[in-house]
């Protein structure tokens, strides 16, 4: 048990159509990310928020988006949808000020892009 | 440029039979190197970190190593149950981690 959360667990969308992700973190992590895994490779990184605001995005374009909330939760959305946005979309969560640099992952939300 | 390598990409065993996973890193400042085990379809579940050279760390029969430059998680007498994909990540002096590709265990009774 990680104590993230992430919905839906999986969702189908048309090519051009807007998502919205949601997950939702521990209490007391003011520090979440969003990443992106293809099938068979290792997650790769979208953006980071920190007490809500970005701090860091990786290689990917504005369509895709995000905000955290002051109650542990944050969204990912993505505009304009393209067939290889299909993915698993994974919400990690840490307190960055924290002993321990953990970083915990929820279950994940399935997107495909038909 | 931060990198992380692991191999092998599959690695199959028959149970009971030991063997070692590498992943080997190239970052700046590093702040951590992180082991995940994947199942198929499930988020990343979190196995170790590990933050100096000639740190080493265990849990039931994983056992995590550290040098400058490579991790090795070292699976001992492994069960069909250790099959998974496992992931290696680094943390370095920006603020994101950077993933390998994973190696896919798979344990055969």
């Known amino acids: 048990e990680t104590g993230v959360t992430q919905s839906p667990t999986h969702l189908i969308k048309t090519r051009g159509q807007q998502v919205t992700l949601r997950c939702s973190s521990q209490?007391?992590?003011?520090?979440v990310s969003w990443y992106q895994q293809a099938l068979g490779q290792g997650p790769q990184f979208i953006f980071q928020?920190?007490?809500?605001?970005?701090?860091g995005r990786g290689n990917f374009p504005p369509r895709f988006s995000g905000l955290q909330f002051p109650n542990y939760s944050s969204e990912l959305n993505v505009n304009a949808l393209e067939l290889d946005d299909s993915a698993l979309y994974l919400c990690a969560s840490r307190n960055r000020e924290g002993a321990q640099n953990t970083i915990y992952f929820g279950e994940g939300s399935w997107l495909t892009v038909v | 440029e931060d990198q992380v390598t692991q191999s092998p990409e599959a690695l199959r065993l028959q149970e009971g039979e030991s063997s070692s996973l590498n992943c080997s890193y190239t970052?700046?400042?590093?702040?951590?190197l992180f082991w995940y085990r994947q199942d198929p379809g499930k988020g990343p579940e979190f196995l170790f970190t590990?933050?100096?050279?000639?740190e080493e760390k265990e849990k039931e029969r994983l056992k995590a190593t550290l040098t400058k430059k490579e991790s090795f998680l070292h699976i001992t007498a492994p069960k069909p149950e250790d099959s998974a994909t496992y992931l290696c990540a680094v943390h370095g002096s920006n603020y994101q981690l950077i993933w390998g590709a994973g190696t896919k265990l798979i344990i055969k009774p």
């Open positions: 209490s007391g992590h003011n520090t």
């Open positions: 590990l933050y100096s050279a000639g």
């Open positions: 928020y920190y007490r809500e605001e970005e701090n």
């Open positions: 970052v700046s400042g590093l702040r951590g």
